[in-house]
Every structure is written in C-alpha cells, then in structure tokens.
C-alpha cells in the first residue's frame, strides 16, 4: 500500500451550515482528525485531491499536510454524503501508527462467471461486499479477490474458507459471501399468496346466519 499526499487547511470555527457550506462553495470539504493520543482537529481539504485518492483506492495512506507544516499519517474513516445529491460533504481521517495493526473494510472483487450460472443456469447470490480485516498499514489490501468462476449450483463461499498470510478477516467464520443456487431454490424462497380471506369472509357468513336463526327462534318462543 503506497502513501499519498494531501494538503489540508486548519479549521478555528465549528462546523455551522453557512460555515460548511461556505467550504463547499470555494471546492473544499471539512473534515475532522483524530486518534493516536493526539486532540482532535477540523480541517479542510480539496474536493477534487480527495476524489482522486478515493478512486483509486478508498484505503490509501494518507499524509495529511497542514499549513503549519505538520503532519500526520491517516487513512479515511467515514465519508458522509448529502441524501440527495450523493456529493461529500464531510470526511474523518483516523491517525495511524505504521507499527499498529488497524482494522479496516475492504471491498471484495469478485471474478468470473459461476459455472453454476453459466452452465447450469443457476442463480448467484452475492451477500457481502466487503470485509473487515486486521493487519499492519502497509499491508492493507486495495481489494479481496475471488474467484467463482468454478462454483457448481449448491456451492457457496463462506468467510472461513479465505486464507490470508498479511492480513485476519474480522469476520464472522460462518458469514456466507457467495453462493449458488437453483432457480427452483428461488421461486421456493418468494412468500405465497395467502388464501384464507375468502374463508374467513364465508366463516362470518355463517356465523351471521347462525346467529339470526336463533333470534328468530326466541321470537317464536314469546309468541307462544
């Protein structure tokens, strides 16, 4: 894993709406440092560096360059989104010690096509993503690879069967990641329409001409 460099600017004042979107205007986004024993700090940094980084890995080392030529290593811990126009409006960089094992997600690359799928015509479910590793800064994967491409229909992936030397999979071991199903299985999992309505509805029916017949009866039984 290479380190990147990244200029940040000290921010003195909180994070109020106008303030943020001040930042926002100018082509910055805020953001706050914390961790490693230190106090926490606001920054901002650059929209367009950031993106950059982002692309071509989520996971980089980071320098974070400040104006007072301080600086820390980070690796970036949350990004926050506006709901509605999916721009970053807020990251947190985390401090890290290169000589500390960290735990970090990390996206999971699956390659070719399941024999399950391709052959068979079979169904593949994908239920995770990601996984959460622990390892050293250095060895952070861009990525976990998989390949699916020889799963058969009953075949499945599942946390503990990954092995990794570098890195530990923080993980659930039964966790499934993978698997291949028939399109039988499928059409069994879809909840059935429920019939009983039509059942209750003549189940009232009865119950209301039950009912009437015995009110008749005791009218019959006072006219006598």
Known sequence: MKTVFLNASLREKSGTRSVLRDIRNKGFVAGVVYGGNKSPINVSVNLKDLLKIIKESRNSLITLKMENDSEDLVIIKEIQKDVVTD????????????????????????IGEPYGVKTQGGIAEYDMRELTVRCFPSDIPDEITIDVSSLKIGDSIRVKDLKFDKFE???????????????????????????????????????????????????????K
């Open 169 to 223: 999979i923080r993980e659930n071991p039964e966790n499934l990641i993978v698997s291949i199903i028939s399109t039988s299985e499928e059409a069994e999992s879809v909840p059935q329409a429920q019939p009983s309505q039509p059942e209750v509805i003549e189940k009232g029916k009865k119950a209301e001409a039950e009912e009437g017949a015995k009110k008749e009866e005791k009218k019959e039984e006072k006219k």
């Open 87 to 110: 721009k970053i409006i807020h990251v947190d960089f985390s401090r890290i010690s290169t000589d500390r094992k960290i735990d970090i997600k990390v996206p999971i690359k699956f």
